[in-house]
């Protein structure tokens, strides 16, 4: 519902730092839906995408400030 997407992109603008662009929260939800999605979709052929996920997008927005 449009209640918890909402939810859920404030929980993660929240984990963001201060000068994070507040369209980076919808971006970075989007990938987490998406992959989760993704690795559902292939069972077990899903492999390393959830940690591959998970790797590159601490890498993309866990830099210091």
Same mark, same amino acid.
């Given at each position: 519902?449009?209640?918890?997407?909402?939810?859920?992109?404030e929980?993660?603008?929240?984990?963001?730092?201060?000068s994070?662009?507040?369209?980076?929260a919808?971006l *970075?939800?989007?990938?987490?839906?998406?992959? *989760? @999605?993704?690795?559902?979709? *292939?069972?077990?052929?899903?492999?390393? *995408?959830?940690?591959a996920?998970?790797?590159?997008l601490i890498? @993309?927005?866990?830099k210091?400030?």
């Amino acid at each position: 519902s449009r209640k918890r997407v909402s939810g859920l992109v404030e929980r993660v603008r929240a984990s963001l730092p201060p000068s994070a662009a507040p369209e980076h929260a919808f971006l *970075l939800a989007a990938s987490l839906v998406g992959a *989760l @999605q993704l690795a559902r979709a *292939l069972g077990d052929a899903a492999g390393a *995408l959830l940690p591959a996920t998970r790797a590159a997008l601490i890498a @993309q927005y866990d830099k210091p400030a």
